[in-house]
């Protein structure tokens, strides 16, 4: 296939298509732009995605006409115009999404992607995303691809004959990095609770941020880990290199790590480029929950904004105010738990930046609950670990409100005493 300029490529876009927009490093912000300089010409353009990385410049003010953002997972860069009512907002778990684009509930007429460059047999690789885009490519009517020599070469499920674009365009240019720096004194203190709960053999599922790299940090002294993760960061370059993940216990490809998209810095992106260690999956399979419970002890760690004392978890919205999206945190924390030996674990600093309580007697009006009660097994906080599976709605609020900040037991204690009307939290009020 001979290579094509942006502009004539995105002659393809018209008013009112819907347009699918490869996420996480692999935004493709050559044909952003390029579509962005189209915008006169453009009206009513749905822009589908989950999590772009870098300037999201089609999501900017001036371009309200032209692009409406429906987006699958709230990134920071789109979060004014989802919030404004330039945008909207899908809850969805990541697992489903390839679902709307093959039964025709979202239909694609374009998807943008960025790949790397074609090999010696003609194929081109996702790299850093494979996740939804792979199921984008295969539905969507006409497909524009970005090819970048930076983008690294993933084996797996992202391998795609160049001949299968319907265009392409050649443009070079560095992936976006997300580079969290050294995990804090309280993201180590809430990991070295987290890390007590990871046996040796365990499968490991983590997100990004400071304190899944500090829970990753925290696992120097572990033994034959596997890695299942849809997300793989940097924090786990170490625990391969140093062979503490071997994925020998595995039961779904045994000896890999497994991925679903990669978003760090330039060096883990150097390291899975070529590498027959870590495979990158579609997210229908590696976020199946089937597939996931088939691993042992998978042990899935994430994050929320805030848990009730119910054990109800927010973490998609802050109030009414969308923030992120549901995402994968379901999949893993329903696939850990029927995993044999397996444990969901919510990780979170007990307070906000500002000392709110962030275990709180009721959520917000408006919050989002991502995680049930019912599927809620360990919360962390820095201040320790409450286990809450098996236990009635009075347990469980002892249980967290222990492991909350200090400055706030007491008024938790109230609330819980409002709620349950039970003598113990009486009292320890009274």
């Not at 032209?66 to 789109?78: A, C, G």
């Amino acid at each position: 296939m001979n290579y094509t300029s942006a502009e004539e490529a995105l002659q393809a876009v018209k008013p009112g298509h819907r347009v699918f927009v490869h996420g996480g490093a692999a935004t493709p912000h050559f044909l952003l732009k390029k579509l962005a300089e189209r915008s006169s010409s453009l009206w009513n353009v749905e822009i589908v995605s989950i999590s772009l990385q870098g300037d999201a410049v089609v999501a900017d003010k001036k371009y309200k006409d032209s692009f409406r953002i429906n987006s699958l997972f709230v990134s920071q860069n789109v979060r004014e115009a989802v919030n404004d009512g330039r945008g909207d907002y899908v809850p969805i778990f990541l697992s489903e999404i390839p679902i709307l684009f093959r039964r025709g509930i979202l239909p694609l007429d374009v998807a943008l992607v960025q790949v790397s460059p074609p090999d010696k047999h003609g194929y081109c690789s996702l790299g850093t995303s494979v996740d939804i885009a792979l199921s984008a490519v295969k539905a969507a009517k006409h497909v524009i691809a970005q090819v970048n020599p930076r983008m690294p070469r993933t084996l797996g499920d992202g391998l795609i004959k160049i001949t299968e674009f319907d265009a392409a365009v050649y443009a070079e240019q560095e992936l976006p990095e997300v580079i969290c720096g050294e995990p804090n004194e309280l993201s180590m203190r809430i990991a070295a609770h987290c890390a007590e709960l990871v046996e040796d053999g365990a499968t490991l599922q983590t997100g990004i941020g400071s304190i899944p790299d500090a829970v990753l940090a925290s696992l120097s002294n572990h033994k034959e880990l596997g890695v299942h993760t849809e997300m793989l960061s940097e924090g786990f370059i170490p625990l391969i290199e140093r062979g503490i993940v071997t994925n020998e216990h595995k039961r779904k490809h045994r000896g890999k790590s497994v991925t679903s998209f990669i978003l760090g810095s330039r060096k883990l992106y150097d390291f899975v480029d070529d590498n027959p260690s870590v495979i990158a999956l579609g997210i229908d399979y590696v976020n199946d929950t089937a597939i996931i419970r088939a691993n042992p002890k998978v042990t899935a760690i994430n994050s929320a904004i805030e848990v009730d004392i119910t054990g109800q978890i927010c973490s998609d919205s802050i109030g009414t105010y969308h923030y992120s999206g549901v995402g994968g945190q379901m999949d893993f924390v329903r696939g850990a738990s029927l995993s044999e030996g397996g444990k969901p674990i919510i990780a979170l600093p007990s307070v906000t930046g500002k000392g709110i309580s962030r275990i709180v007697g009721s959520l917000r009006s408006g919050a989002g609950v991502v995680t049930t009660r019912g599927h809620a097994h360990y919360v962390v906080t820095e201040y320790g670990v409450a286990y809450l599976y098996g236990k009635n709605m009075r347990q469980r609020a002892k249980a967290l409100i222990e492991i909350a900040h200090p400055n706030h037991r007491e008024t938790l204690e109230r609330a819980a005493f409002d709620r349950f009307h039970s003598y113990e939290f009486e009292r320890t009020i009274y």
